[in-house]
């Protein structure tokens, strides 16, 4: 059974790798209605590798078929332009999908929850999946060529 009606999750998915998977999963687990907020390409210019970034429409294609192929249906994606994006204009939302890395992120959100007289959102937090070479899978090491999506290491020639 779900626990939340209404969960958020956030980020730039671009690689939509292990990580992510494991993130939205989670989401759809918790919760009966995810919203995914997803960032605008003007906010990825100063992440690593930013150059490399997948466009914002890529990274929205990679989700919409990544939640077919599961058979997700309750959802709805959400251009972002700040780390807070709606989530602190949303009064409905129950609980943020996190991973160890972005839980900070969630506090803030709570923060301008509060702020803004609402309720502080439920955290749930997910652990950090791991590539082949031991450190966390992430968009940066794919972008760098290091790692494929799936935390393999690639062999630089």
């Known amino acids: 059974m779900k626990k939340y009606k209404k969960v958020v999750v956030g980020g730039t998915f671009d690689r939509l790798h292990l990580g992510h998977k494991a993130l939205l999963r989670k989401a759809f687990e918790v919760g009966k209605y995810v919203y995914i907020g997803l960032t605008a ?28 192929v599961n058979g997700y249906k309750n959802y709805r994606i959400i251009k972002i332009h700040s780390a807070i994006g709606f989530t602190a204009e949303m009064k409905e939302l129950d609980a943020i999908v996190v991973s160890e890395e972005t839980y900070k992120g969630a506090l803030l959100v709570n923060k301008a929850r509060r702020e803004k007289g609402l309720k502080p959102l439920e955290i749930v937090k997910i652990g950090i999946v791991k590539s082949k070479l031991g450190n966390k899978i992430s968009s940066s090491l794919i972008r760098a060529g290091l790692i494929d999506p799936f935390g393999n290491p690639r062999h630089r020639r």
């Open 41 to 68: 390409d003007e906010m990825t210019k100063k992440k690593p590798y930013a150059e490399k970034i997948l466009p914002y429409r890529i990274r929205l294609n990679d989700l919409l078929k990544f939640f077919e």
